[in-house]
T-cell receptor, first 110, second 112 residues
């Protein structure tokens, strides 16, 4: 059973469109991290959300942590080809290793 | 520059020939981890280490060994590689367990 479910698995959109990807769980996390992985590279941290209901913005990317700290979403406004990549969410639970979702593979077509 | 380095980046080998993938970090991180990434399966943790001389199994430890003799290094050893270990491997480190992870560039391993 996957502890963190990400949806959709794949997303292909045109440049300029908006999109939202989701990271859901039945477990509570102390924090949730979002990473982006580009082809041929390791994942790189985008943001960490810690407080239930927290919203963080990173340019055109908006991250939200659910009130119950069980889920999170990433919204991209006016997607650009440079946003193409694999988006991974990872949940932290105390002094145990991070739990990673399987990721959403985003392709933004010019 | 703060970084995690892995070597080699690419490796093609044959079944049964022992190999080691090195991992080193220069950030004085206590926590280090190895993952494998396969299509449709995501990142799966192989082993992790919360500090020097402390290692624990992750979700898929069979066929792998690790050691943590120094804080900066965390090598991954495949004593007798098999084709099902063909994968993309990532080393990662963080200050403490559960903190932001810094990933290496990956090692693409092919076992024939």
């Amino acid at each position: 059973t996957q502890l963190l479910e990400q949806s959709p698995q794949f997303l292909s959109i045109q440049e300029g469109e908006n999109l939202t990807v989701y990271c859901n769980s039945s477990s509570v996390f102390s924090s949730l991290q979002w990473y982006r992985q580009e082809p041929g590279e390791g994942p790189v941290l985008l943001v960490t959300v810690v407080t239930g209901g927290e919203v963080k913005k990173l340019k055109r990317l908006t991250f939200q942590f659910g009130d119950a700290r069980k889920d999170s979403s990433l919204h991209i406004t006016a997607a650009q080809p440079g946003d193409t990549g694999l988006y991974l969410c990872a949940g932290a639970r105390g002094n145990t290793p991070l739990v990673f979702g399987k990721g959403t593979r985003l392709s933004v077509i010019a | 520059e703060a970084q995690v380095t892995q070597n080699p980046r690419y490796l093609i080998t044959v079944t049964g020939k022992k190999l080691t993938v090195t991992c080193s970090q220069n950030m004085n991180h206590e926590y280090m981890s190895w993952y494998r990434q396969d299509p449709g399966l995501g990142l799966r943790q192989i082993y992790y280490s919360m500090n020097v001389e402390v290692t624990d199994k992750g979700d898929v430890p069979e066929g792998y060994k690790v050691s943590r003799k120094e804080k900066r290094n965390f090598p991954l050893i495949l004593e007798s590689p098999s084709p099902n270990q063909t994968s993309l491997y990532f080393c990662a480190s963080s200050f403490i367990t559960g903190d932001e992870q810094y990933f290496g560039p990956g090692t693409r391993l092919t076992v024939t």
